[in-house]
């Protein structure tokens, strides 16, 4: 009796195991089918493709070369973008700060890319043999000098900026000598004006005290 319990025991345990198992592998499945992609639209590879299916006119090789170039270098762009984030999105779920399904979007998009850059080394491959194996290397290239360029312009702007600001500050400057001067200006004249006028006071007054008559003593009287 006692062992037909304990075999009944184990196998609704073991029941219950597999239901849980199976819904959370249900759960995992629909997370990883509803997962979003890490990056946005990828426009280059889009531009390629349909210059590929261009047909009245057809694309030019060059063109296709330098469509294909493009999508390298966002390929590139992607590539450092997510090698930077794997290691703080790792940290991040590792202290429990983002749920698994952020991981799950990650990975999911790092699959992506691994075949998005074996797609374009296979593409390069089809317009010169070799090409494949040097395109990568030159797309890093020429992203490493569009952002050495866009360095330069941001820090000539920043400099025209402070020349501008410079220039700004001392015409304000000047401005406010120039304000203070003709306060000045007009501070003295005010005061130059209030003297004149107390002078012409003064000597009016003066003038008023000249002209008064002089009373005659009265005379003696005479003694009868």
């Known amino acids: 009796m006692g062992s037909v319990l304990l075999a009944i025991t184990y196998i609704g345990g073991w029941i219950l195991s597999m239901r849980i198992f199976g819904y959370f592998w249900k759960n995992r499945k629909l997370a990883i089918n509803n997962a979003e992609p890490w990056f946005t639209e990828n426009v280059p590879k889009s531009q390629y493709i349909a210059l590929l299916q261009q047909s009245d006119p057809e694309a030019t090789e060059t063109q296709l070369k330098t469509a294909l170039m493009r999508r390298a ?8 973008s997510m090698r930077e984030d794997k290691q703080v999105l790792a940290n991040l779920v590792k202290q429990g700060t983002v749920g698994d399904d952020i991981w799950v979007e990650f990975t999911l998009s790092e699959k992506e890319l691994e075949q998005e850059i074996m797609a374009i080394v296979a593409e390069a491959n089809t317009f010169k043999e070799g090409w494949g194996q040097t395109i990568l290397q030159a797309a890093s290239e020429t992203l490493m000098h569009e952002k050495n360029k866009q360095t330069e312009q941001e820090m000539k702007l920043k400099q025209e900026e402070q020349a501008r600001q410079k220039a700004l500050k001392e015409e304000r400057k000047e401005q406010t000598r120039l304000t203070n001067e003709k306060n000045r200006e007009a501070r003295l004249e005010k005061e130059r004006a209030k003297a004149l006028q107390d002078l012409l006071t003064e000597e009016s ?6 002209n008064k008559p002089v009373k005659k003593p009265a005379s003696p009287k005479r003694k009868k």
């Open 73 to 80: 270098i966002e390929g590139v762009v992607r590539v450092l």
């Open 205 to 210: 007054n003066s003038g008023n005290n000249g």
